[in-house]
C-alpha cells in the first residue's frame, strides 16, 4: 500500500474549520509537511512538523502529529473560499532529502 | 530572493520524440529534485541532483535522465516520449539544512500525442 495515505475529498462551509487528516507508515519519520496545491500551479510549503512535537500552530492552521498512531492533521480555522486547493501531506526519514507525497485531499469551500 | 522557475509552461509533443524541461533553483539551493505529477495524484519522485551528482532515483525508466549545472539550475530530459509521459512535471528545490522543506516551481505541463 502507499506510505502516506489520504482522504481524497474534504467539503466545509465558509466560516466552518476544516481538518484534514493523513496516515503514514514509516515509524522512523522525523518531519511531515503540508504542502498546498492550487489550480494549475506547483506545490507551496504551508508548514511542517519534527516528529518529537505533538502540535503546532501558525495563524490559522493547527498541525496534529499522534506519533504512537502515525496520524497527521491539518486543521483550518475560519476557512475561506481562498483555501480551495488540494492539500497534501508528506514526510521525511532522517538522512534522507526525499519527502514522500501523498495523494492528496481536495478541499472545497463553499458559501 | 528569487523563487523556483520552470521552463516552459507548457509543451506539446509527439510520441516518441525527446523533450527538455528546465529549473532554476532558489537562491541558496543546492538540492534540486524533479517529480512527475499525474492527473488526480501526488507527486511522484523522479530523482534529485546534489551538487551535479545523481542523489536518488525514483521508479522510472533510464529514459528519464537529468543534469546539474554549477550554479544548481538543472534539466530534465524524457527520451523517446510515451503517451503516458503526459503530466505537469514539478521542480523542487532545496537546502541540506533541517528541516529539509522544498519549494517548488509552478511546473511544465507536457502533453504527448
Not at chain 1, 44 to 50: D, G, M, N, P
Not at chain 2, 7 to 13: A, W
Request: net charge negative; glycine share 8%; charged share 20%.
Amino acid at each position: 500500500g502507499e506510505d502516506v495515505e489520504q482522504s481524497l475529498f474534504l467539503s466545509v462551509r465558509e466560516g466552518d474549520s476544516s481538518v484534514i487528516n493523513c496516515t503514514y507508515t514509516d515509524s522512523s519519520s522525523t518531519y511531515l509537511y503540508w504542502y498546498k496545491q492550487e489550480p494549475g500551479a506547483g506545490l507551496q510549503l504551508l508548514t511542517y512538523i519534527f516528529s518529537n512535537m505533538d502540535m503546532k500552530q501558525d495563524q490559522r492552521l493547527t498541525v496534529l502529529l499522534n506519533k504512537k498512531d502515525k496520524h497527521l492533521s491539518l486543521r483550518i480555522a475560519d476557512t475561506q473560499t481562498g483555501d480551495s486547493a488540494i492539500y497534501f501531506c508528506a514526510e521525511s526519514t532522517g538522512g534522507s532529502y526525499i519527502p514522500t507525497f501523498g495523494r492528496g485531499t481536495s478541499l472545497i469551500v463553499h458559501p | 530572493e528569487t523563487g523556483v522557475t520552470q521552463s516552459p509552461t507548457h509543451l506539446i509533443k509527439t510520441r516518441g520524440q525527446q523533450v527538455t524541461l528546465r529549473c532554476s533553483s532558489q537562491s541558496g539551493h543546492n538540492t534540486v529534485s524533479w517529480y512527475q505529477q499525474a492527473l488526480g495524484q501526488g507527486p511522484q519522485f523522479i530523482f534529485q541532483y546534489y551538487r551535479e551528482e545523481e542523489n536518488g532515483r525514483g521508479n522510472f525508466p533510464p529514459r528519464f535522465s537529468g543534469l546539474q549545472f554549477p550554479n544548481y539550475s538543472s534539466e530534465l530530459n524524457v527520451n523517446a516520449l510515451e503517451l503516458d509521459d503526459s503530466a505537469l512535471y514539478l521542480c523542487a528545490s532545496s537546502s541540506r539544512d533541517p528541516p529539509y522543506e522544498q519549494y517548488f516551481g509552478p511546473g511544465t505541463r507536457l502533453t504527448v500525442t
